[in-house]
């Protein structure tokens, strides 16, 4: 297997938590209503740079120690923060993979993010890369203990079947628009995957190809089906829909394309990444798309033991 085809642990787990998972739940927060003079007793009190902006628990801006510096200099000290404050904020929800947030971190360059809620729009949270690393080291700590007390491996498995060609088959059901159960599916198939004595690396593999294939069925297609082929020598991830089909697979392919609606966008789906993500993943990759009656995307990952 080629440098390129490797996955670290860190990159597998950024798939699999969610935003929730790692972000501060504690929020310091002021009302809209608050003073100038009064935010600086916040900040002071509390050591942080800045805070959101809440009313009836939904976030509704940001006021910084920025604009708070700016109102010192202008003599506005008794101004409200409703007055200078940051009206159009970049938010995560609390349940995007966190992919979506490190991917933000890394687009707009800001020390944190509001979480809120995706259905009724409240603040639960904040979030900032110190969390994201802290999270993700916890996560490994866990994962060790319980790799530890579990040691079997597939080979030893399709070694006590007696038969001449052995493949384990999972299908998994993917809904439409499903956004709150978006991801679902290919994490039930890495543990599935690990459970089975899968080595770490192409289990991840795997799981980010399922991903991204899973991803592409909730918000591109009327809904499909996502299965994965299990050998002792490889792993046939399958990815199944009667959807609109893809005018133009080479375009679908270039990193950044894509043809999500804003909405789909806002809500944090829809890179432009996940056909790119799945080529970088696989050993081969095979997509067949007609407009108008869907796309058959397979993907296979061979299986090394000594990896």
Not at 62 to 82: P, Q, T
Not at 155 to 171: G, K
Request: hydrophobic share 40%; with cysteine; aromatic share 8%.
């Amino acid at each position: 297997m080629t440098e390129d085809k490797k996955y670290t642990k860190i990159q597998e787990l950024t798939y699999e938590l969610r935003v929730e998972d790692v972000m501060i739940k504690k929020v310091i927060t002021v009302s809209p209503k608050e003073t100038i003079y009064s935010l600086r007793e916040v900040l002071r009190k509390n050591r942080i740079s800045g805070t959101p902006v809440v009313e009836k628990g939904k976030l509704i801006g940001l006021i910084s120690i920025e604009d708070f510096i700016k109102c010192l200099a202008e003599g506005e000290m008794y101004a409200i923060v409703a007055e200078k404050m940051i009206n159009k904020v970049k938010v995560l929800f609390a349940d995007e993979p966190l992919v979506h947030a490190v991917e933000k971190f890394d687009k707009y360059g800001f020390g944190r993010f509001p979480v809120i809620n995706r259905g009724d729009g409240k603040l639960v949270g904040i979030i900032t890369k110190g969390d994201i690393i802290k999270g993700i080291l916890n996560k490994l700590v866990i994962d060790y203990h319980e790799e530890e007390i579990r040691r079997y491996r597939a080979s030893h498995i399709f070694e006590d079947i007696v038969s001449d060609r052995t493949t384990l088959s999972f299908q998994y059901d993917i809904k439409s628009n499903d956004f709150d159960n978006a991801g679902e599916s290919a994490t039930k198939l890495k543990k599935t995957l690990r459970r089975l004595g899968i080595p770490p690396d192409i289990a991840r593999r795997a799981a980010i190809t399922a991903y991204e294939a899973e991803m592409n069925i909730v918000v591109f297609t009327d809904g499909g089906k996502l299965r994965a082929s299990v050998r002792p020598d490889q792993i046939l991830v399958e990815a199944v829909d009667s959807g609109p089909g893809i005018y133009d697979i080479n375009q679908a392919m270039q990193p950044g394309f894509s043809t999500a609606p804003e909405w789909v966008r806002e809500l944090g789906f829809g890179a432009g990444m996940g056909l790119l993500n799945i080529k970088n993943c696989a050993d081969k990759m095979d997509i067949k798309s007609k407009i108008g009656k869907g796309t058959h995307l397979k993907a296979i990952i061979e299986i090394n033991y000594e990896t």
